[in-house]
C-alpha cells in the first residue's frame, strides 16, 4: 500500500501563487506516476498535472503556462506550483500516485485551494 499526505493549501487571492506538496510512504518501489486532479464544488474531478519518474509531465490545458509540477524522487514527494491563480482553480486538490499515468491507484484525502476574487 502507498499512503500521500498533501499540505499546502489555503487561500489566496486571485493573481496570487501557492505551492502544494505531497509525500508518499509505504510501498513506494511500484510508483512511477505522481500528479494532481481537483475537484470544485458541483464539478467532476479532473486532471491537474502527472509526472512520471522520468520526469515527463502532463497538464490540462487550463493550467499550462501557470502550474507547474515537479518532484523529488529522494524525497518520494511531489510538488504543484501554482501561480497566476484564478477563482475557477478553487478546488480540492487530491495527490494521486500509480504505476502508471492511466492507472493511479492511490489517492490523497485531498487540500482545499481558495482563490479569491
Known amino acids: 500500500q502507498v499512503q500521500l499526505v498533501e499540505s499546502g493549501g489555503g487561500l489566496v487571492q486571485a493573481g496570487g501563487s501557492l505551492r502544494v506538496s505531497c509525500a508518499a510512504s509505504g510501498t513506494i518501489f511500484s510508483i512511477n506516476a505522481m500528479g494532481w486532479y481537483r475537484q470544485a464544488p458541483g464539478k467532476q474531478r479532473e486532471l491537474v498535472a502527472i509526472?512520471?519518474?522520468?520526469?515527463?509531465?502532463t497538464y490540462a490545458d487550463s493550467v499550462k503556462g501557470r502550474f507547474t509540477i515537479s518532484r523529488d524522487n529522494a524525497k518520494n514527494t511531489v510538488y504543484l506550483q501554482m501561480n497566476s491563480l484564478k477563482p475557477e482553480d478553487t478546488a480540492v486538490y487530491y495527490c494521486?500516485?500509480?504505476?502508471?499515468?492511466?492507472?493511479?491507484?492511490?489517492w490523497g484525502k485531498g487540500t482545499l485551494v481558495t482563490v479569491s476574487s
Open positions: 509526472i512520471t519518474s522520468g520526469g515527463s509531465t
Open positions: 494521486t500516485a500509480g504505476s502508471h499515468p492511466r492507472i493511479m491507484d492511490y
